[in-house]
């Protein structure tokens, strides 16, 4: 490494690159360096790139979009970010197809959509999907779990890569019922196993060979396909949607055919206007609220033996680490559990050029109720009527620690009706007595969840 003893302008100066591998630094006519110039060539050619990928975007945005996700498909935290800004752009992510997806990203013609690519699928490496496509290209699309099995080389494309398509849903439009599909493999793919030695043996199957069997339900009515001799397991009813979601998490690594938080992203935007991706564009100290999922809890012991934690939190656009101290743990603790879904308070801290959030409290979404405030254009508008709100929601905010109940106003004026979200400082305690308080005053106020069922 380089140690920079003095810097000094020297005006305009000829240059020579002297081709550093992974960077580029130019040697001046007296010897000195120039660290890092752009010369004309450079910014040229940097400009055109950026015109042509502005282009793109504006122009083709679902191919544009498919294609970031393709390169970066290795890389989830860029991955996550870049399905939050397909859904800010009107472009929904479809799970992957087991007769339509391809090896990466493929943007569906006509549509406003992306469709997930097998690449992306843990536990599908690229000869499983090489087998797979070949299978679907010879053959057509697959009809059943047991046209798959039968089909498909079960020597490349194993027990654990299917299970993980099903609980991705790449099955979903043969059976919605993934946890019916997972209790049939386990017949099916032995069956599957089976006629593929029969094949290798040149044995066939007797009813292959007489053009089909016969139906169990109806033993008048042939068989047109084998498959439909697959052997079934019991009926059995669907995962919970909870459960879908958490093994398409841990399969896809995020969320695709939904997100726990969707259903607060318009609440959330009103609590919360910074999300986890803004959060490195922030001062340090910077106080935020967020509205995350928790992913993971690490507990730590300090050196004077109290406890605290590392949390792995995540909302619609990114991941990130929160810090729980042991002063904020021994009062939040028992709402640290992963998957929860939770309302953080704290500031922003950045070490060893990362950024977190330092956790100062926290509180259960499905415990946060709004105090929701109907102002006319005089109330908004008017000092006196400001003061008497002010003072309304000053009363009832109390300790400071306690007040976990934000106050949103609503100021209608004609057809135009906009949302104005109080400061911290006067959020409440309780909401039916600032509920009550406030009609004494002659506001209009209501109470509304923030987890709407």
Not at 63 to 85: F, P, R
Not at 100 to 118: A, C, M, Q, R, Y
Not at 431 to 452: C, G, P, V, W
Request: with cysteine; glycine share 6%; net charge neutral.
């Amino acid at each position: 490494m380089v140690k920079i003893i003095t810097r000094k302008s020297l005006g305009t100066q000829k240059v020579y690159d002297i081709g550093v591998r992974d960077d580029h630094n130019f040697a001046i006519e007296n010897g000195c360096i120039a660290s890092n110039c752009f010369n004309k060539s450079h910014s040229t050619a940097y400009g055109y790139v950026t015109y042509q990928t502005a282009y793109l975007k504006a122009n083709y945005p679902v191919e544009y979009m498919a294609a970031l996700l393709t390169a970066n498909s290795g890389d989830t935290d860029k991955v996550q970010k870049y399905i939050s800004t397909c859904l800010s752009m009107s472009i929904k992510i479809e799970p992957p197809d087991i007769n339509s997806s391809g090896v990466d990203f493929t943007p569906l013609e006509g549509k406003k959509k992306i469709l997930f690519g097998f690449s992306a699928v843990r536990n599908v490496g690229q000869n499983a999907i090489a087998a797979i496509l070949a299978a679907r290209e010879s053959g057509g699309e697959f009809q059943a779990l047991g046209d798959f099995c039968d089909r498909v080389d079960l020597s490349t494309v194993n027990r654990r890569t299917i299970q993980s398509l099903i609980y991705c849903g790449a099955f979903d439009k043969i059976n919605p019922n993934r946890n019916q599909l997972i209790h049939d493999l386990e017949l099916v793919y032995d069956w599957g196993q089976s006629r593929a030695k029969d094949r290798a043996s040149g044995q066939g199957n007797l009813f292959d060979l007489i053009g089909g069997g016969f139906s169990s339900t109806n033993p008048t009515s042939p068989i047109k396909n084998a498959f439909e001799m697959a052997p079934k397991a019991k009926p059995v009813n669907d995962l919970p949607p909870q459960e879908k979601l958490r093994q398409e998490k841990e399969i896809l690594g995020f969320y695709v055919s939904d997100h726990p938080l969707t259903s607060l992203r318009q609440s959330a935007i009103v609590l919360t206007p910074i999300n986890l991706t803004q959060i490195g564009d922030r001062q340090e100290g910077t106080l935020i609220c967020a509205v995350v999922m928790l992913n993971g809890v690490k507990k730590v012991i300090t050196k004077k033996g109290d406890p605290m934690a590392i949390l792995q939190i995540e909302d619609l656009t990114a991941q990130s680490e929160a810090v729980v101290f042991p002063r904020t743990y021994e009062r939040i603790h028992p709402l640290l559990e992963v998957d929860a879904r939770l309302i953080l308070w704290g500031k922003i801290d950045r070490r060893d050029e990362q950024t977190q959030l330092i956790v100062e409290d926290a509180e259960a979404v499905e415990n946060i109720q709004m105090v929701m405030v109907e102002l006319n254009p005089h109330q908004a508008s008017t000092i006196e009527e400001q003061d008497r709100l002010r003072t309304i929601l000053k009363e009832q905010s109390g300790e400071k620690e306690k007040a976990k109940v934000p106050v949103i106003g609503i100021v209608q004026a004609g057809t135009s009706r906009q949302l104005v979200r109080f400061g911290r400082q006067f959020w409440v305690q309780d909401s039916i007595s600032t509920i009550q308080a406030l009609k004494n005053a002659s506001f209009t106020a209501r109470i509304q969840q923030l987890h709407q069922t």
